[in-house]
């Protein structure tokens, strides 16, 4: 598609549950960003992805939360038993890479945790 | 990741008012962004700036790069109501890494 597409775009677990979320970016863009917003708060980084290079972890909340990149291109978060404070809007962006460049967002997955 | 102070919080204004809200951070940065987020989408980039004093426009939109690398300003003329929606502005230094430091966002309210 000609935008960064992400998947489900709502969804409600319990709590302990997994969850995974996907993200499709803008082809040929090499760097993949998360991000957190939380209900009336900013973005909050998570993982950065850039080429082959070692992903840029530092944001991870916690080491329930982890993601991936296969092939250069779709990206999964996962996170593991999950938790009421979980509850946020996950975006996902995806950028020309090569540094600092505009990053474009997907409409995000609304994650709630009962 | 740093948290950027951005002000105001939010603004009720009426149609035709001009508008300006910024940003400020404690360390310096070499790439500013203005995002405008509308309810359920996600941010879309409105404006880029790269160098310390610059000063772009996008249509009705002007931002600015402070001088001193740690502030940035976005100023919307003649607002209308479509401009409703929730401006977020992100600052970047590649020397500490890619990731970008986010505002809270300023929420935008037009009365027409």
């Not at chain 1, 909050?44 to 850039?50: P, S, T, V, W």
């Amino acid at each position: 598609g000609a935008g960064v597409s992400q998947s489900p775009s709502n969804k409600v677990t319990e709590k302990g549950k997994d969850v995974e979320l996907r993200c499709d970016p803008i082809s040929g863009h090499t760097a993949l960003y998360w991000y957190r917003q939380s209900l009336g708060q900013g973005l909050e980084f998570l993982i950065y992805f850039q080429g082959n290079s070692a992903p840029d972890k530092s944001g991870l909340p916690s080491d329930r939360f982890s993601a991936e990149r296969t092939g250069g291109s779709v990206s999964t978060l996962t996170i593991q038993r999950t938790q009421q404070e979980d509850s946020a809007v996950y975006l996902c962006a995806s950028s020309t890479g090569g540094g600092l460049a505009e990053a474009f967002f997907g409409q995000g997955t609304r994650l709630t945790v009962v | 990741g740093q948290q950027l102070n951005q002000s105001p919080q939010s603004m009720f204004i009426q149609e035709g008012e001009d508008v300006s809200m910024n940003c400020t951070s404690s360390s310096i940065f070499n790439t500013w962004l203005w995002y405008k987020q509308d309810p359920g989408e996600g941010p879309v980039l409105l404006i880029a700036l790269y160098k310390a004093g610059e000063l772009t426009s996008n249509g009705r939109l002007t931002a600015q790069f402070g001088i001193t690398r740690k502030d940035s300003f976005l100023n919307i003329s003649a607002s209308i109501p479509s401009d409703v929606g929730i401006y977020f502005c992100a600052g970047g230094d590649s020397n500490s890494g890619y990731a970008l430091n986010f505002g809270k966002g300023t929420s935008l309210l037009v009365t027409p």
